[in-house]
């Protein structure tokens, strides 16, 4: 059953400390990671946290316990965590924008957690959506899906001849339409991050989900970004844990604020800050650890690479832009 709200951060500490962390060197070093994980994230209603009230989450108004849910799993275990945050934009989708019958369709099995999702939103144009009858086809490639094999379904935005976007559940299977080739990453290995090419894949009608012009995907996309920085306080934070150094938990609840608060063109800043406080408290904790920081299974060397992954992954050219000119004049960078 889900916690109240002010249990919702203590009980995903709590798992992150008692659970993910002490199991994160191992899992580094597996294939995927371990169903028992997304069953935990699961059993105590995590999947289903953004879901409207009467489904058991917190709809909109939730949204800072979600951020903070994520920097605590990712303190824990950021692979885990990578996978499981898959799962929170396509049941926003679903629980938002999907049609009525749709969104009664997918939205209850998707909050419990039964039913597992992930994403494959590719740029635009590099997945071709071409009407036929009884459904659509899907021709393209996306570069970036996490989770393969770990979930059930897969939110697929595509785009047809007239620069309208579709969003699509189809199953997460590979077959001769959908190929699957898996990624070697820096971190976050056993997070079964993949590139799929669709080659004419059918997708019945009721597979659809909506459709929106395509600019609108893109000014909406801001939210995604800001709960991606979370990820990145997760890590600064079990940094600044594990060095007992109170100037950084300064400095991570000021990156927090930031985020929480920043709209339109102060969203991409304030990832980058975030981005690079994970980085610059992960290398603190390299010095601090010495040379044995370079043992597989030592947490700082661990959380040195998650915080380079996090550097890059989900980068936007706003972003980018922000986090070389603060690595350029690392003076004007916050404290």
């Given at each position: 059953m889900p916690a109240a709200d002010s249990e919702w951060?203590?009980?995903?500490?709590?798992?992150?400390?008692?659970?993910?962390?002490?199991?994160?060197?191992?899992?580094?070093?597996?294939?995927?990671?371990?169903?028992?994980?997304?069953?935990?994230?699961?059993?105590?209603?995590?999947?289903?946290?953004?879901?409207?009230?009467?489904?058991?989450?917190?709809?909109?108004?939730?949204?800072?316990?979600?951020?903070?849910?994520?920097?605590?799993?990712?303190?824990?275990?950021?692979?885990?965590?990578?996978?499981?945050?898959?799962?929170?934009?396509?049941?926003?989708?679903?629980?938002?924008?999907?049609?009525?019958?749709?969104?009664?369709?997918?939205?209850?099995?998707?909050?419990?957690?039964?039913?597992?999702?992930?994403?494959?939103?590719?740029?635009?144009?590099?997945?071709?959506?071409?009407?036929?009858?009884?459904?659509?086809?899907?021709?393209?490639?996306?570069?970036?899906?996490?989770?393969?094999?770990?979930?059930?379904?897969?939110?697929?935005?595509?785009?047809?001849?007239?620069?309208?976007?579709?969003?699509?559940?189809?199953?997460?299977?590979?077959?001769?339409?959908?190929?699957?080739?898996?990624?070697?990453?820096?971190?976050?290995?056993?997070?079964?991050?993949?590139?799929?090419?669709?080659?004419?894949?059918?997708?019945?009608?009721?597979?659809?989900?909506?459709?929106?012009?395509?600019?609108?995907?893109?000014?909406?996309?801001?939210?995604?970004?800001?709960?991606?920085?979370?990820?990145?306080?997760?890590?600064?934070?079990?940094?600044?844990?594990?060095?007992?150094?109170?100037?950084?938990?300064?400095?991570?609840?000021?990156?927090?604020?930031?985020?929480?608060?920043?709209?339109?063109?102060?969203?991409?800043?304030?990832?980058?800050?975030?981005?690079?406080?994970?980085?610059?408290?992960?290398?603190?904790?390299?010095?601090?650890?010495?040379?044995?920081?370079?043992?597989?299974?030592?947490?700082?060397?661990?959380?040195?690479?998650?915080?380079?992954?996090?550097?890059?992954?989900?980068?936007?050219?706003?972003?980018?832009?922000?986090?070389?000119?603060?690595?350029?004049?690392?003076?004007?960078?916050?404290?």
């Amino acid at each position: 059953m889900p916690a109240a709200d002010s249990e919702w951060v203590l009980t995903a500490q709590r798992i992150a400390d008692d659970e993910l962390f002490p199991a994160a060197p191992a899992v580094e070093r597996l294939d995927r990671v371990p169903p028992n994980h997304l069953n935990l994230l699961a059993d105590h209603g995590f999947y289903g946290l953004p879901a409207p009230v009467e489904f058991g989450g917190l709809g909109r108004a939730g949204f800072p316990v979600l951020t903070d849910v994520i920097a605590a799993l990712a303190g824990g275990c950021l692979t885990t965590t990578f996978v499981w945050l898959q799962h929170l934009a396509p049941l926003m989708a679903v629980a938002t924008v999907a049609q009525p019958d749709f969104r009664d369709r997918w939205l209850g099995p998707m909050a419990a957690g039964q039913v597992r999702a992930g994403l494959a939103m590719a740029r635009p144009h590099l997945i071709r959506v071409t009407k036929v009858p009884g459904g659509y086809t899907l021709t393209g490639e996306s570069a970036w899906v996490t989770g393969w094999e770990l979930i059930d379904i897969l939110l697929v935005g595509g785009v047809d001849e007239r620069g309208l976007l579709h969003f699509f559940l189809i199953d997460a299977r590979s077959s001769p339409t959908l190929v699957a080739e898996p990624s070697e990453l820096m971190a976050v290995q056993a997070s079964r991050t993949v590139s799929l090419r669709f080659t004419g894949h059918f997708v019945p009608d009721d597979r659809l989900g909506h459709t929106e012009p395509f600019a609108s995907f893109v000014a909406a996309e801001a939210q995604g970004s800001v709960m991606n920085g979370f990820l990145a306080l997760g890590v600064a934070g079990r940094c600044a844990r594990l060095l007992e150094a109170e100037d950084l938990v300064s400095d991570i609840a000021q990156a927090r604020l930031r985020l929480l608060t920043a709209a339109g063109e102060q969203v991409p800043t304030a990832r980058a800050e975030a981005s690079l406080l994970a980085s610059r408290a992960a290398a603190r904790l390299m010095v601090q650890t010495g040379s044995r920081s370079v043992l597989a299974d030592e947490h700082a060397g661990r959380l040195y690479r998650e915080s380079g992954f996090l550097l890059v992954f989900g980068l936007r050219p706003a972003i980018k832009t922000a986090m070389l000119q603060r690595l350029a004049d690392p003076v004007g960078e916050p404290a």
